[in-house]
């Protein structure tokens, strides 16, 4: 039972122009998400986070919006860059105490020049 | 700067043997946690630990298990090696106190382990 999901595999987008990750989730408790950025032959690097308490999170080029009633959140990236071409997971954790996170499948992303 | 680090980048071995794969935190974490990355499936965790000598289940932790005798060092066994655990280990470590964003995990390079 996936209780995070990213349903596209793959994303092209041409370089300078606006790239869109989604991310799906089902699980109501889930109040803090991430996203990592995964390069091959390399561990996933953290990239944005929110909380629920807010919708909308900007770092730089990066933007992460959440809609808790949707259940769904979304990553901008605005300019693409050749160098952000990698796998995207997006998790999330409750708080529970656990200090668990609940991973994506990820999403391929390739910005050609 | 947080380090984590993994004691091996590739490993080959045959079906049947014990397997150790070694996680090494440099910045005082309390929580450490293993995963497996594999295609289409994303990253699933195999076990976690809060403390030295604490563990807990992942969501896979069946031909798994683990060993935390240092706050900084978590170790994944695989008893009996088998061709289904092929796949990419990554390590990560956590802090479990403070606000909410210093929960943020950080990764090792990963493992690429082949089961022949």
């Known amino acids: 039972d996936q209780q995070v999901k990213q349903n596209s595999p793959s994303l092209s987008v041409q370089e300078g122009r606006i790239s869109i990750l989604n991310c799906d989730y089902t699980n109501s408790m889930f109040d803090y998400f991430l996203w990592y950025k995964k390069y091959p032959a390399e561990g996933p690097t953290f990239l944005i986070s929110?909380?629920?308490?807010?919708d909308k999170n900007e770092d730089g080029r990066f933007t992460v919006f959440l809609n808790k009633s949707a259940k769904h959140l979304s990553l901008h990236i605005v300019p693409s860059q050749p160098g952000d071409s990698a796998v995207y997971f997006c998790a999330a954790s409750a708080s529970d105490g656990t200090y668990k996170y609940i991973f994506g499948t990820g999403t391929r992303l390739k910005v050609l020049a | 700067d947080v380090k984590v680090t993994q004691s091996s980048r590739y490993l080959v071995k045959r079906t049947g043997e014990k397997v150790f794969l070694e996680c090494v935190q440099d910045?005082?974490?309390?929580?450490m946690f293993w995963y497996r990355q594999d295609p289409g499936l994303g990253l699933r965790l195999i076990y976690f630990s809060y403390d030295v000598k604490m563990k807990e289940k992942g969501d896979i932790p069946e031909g798994y298990s683990v060993s935390r005798e240092k706050k900084e060092r978590f170790s994944l066994i695989l008893e009996s090696a088998s061709t289904n655990q092929t796949s990419m280990y990554l390590c990560?470590?956590?802090?479990?106190?403070?606000?909410?964003?210093?929960?943020?995990?950080?990764f090792g390079p990963g493992t690429r382990l082949t089961v022949t």
């Open positions: 910045m005082d974490h309390e929580n």
């Open positions: 929110i909380s629920s308490i807010k």
């Open positions: 990560a470590s956590s802090h479990a106190s403070g606000v909410r964003s210093s929960y943020e995990q950080y």
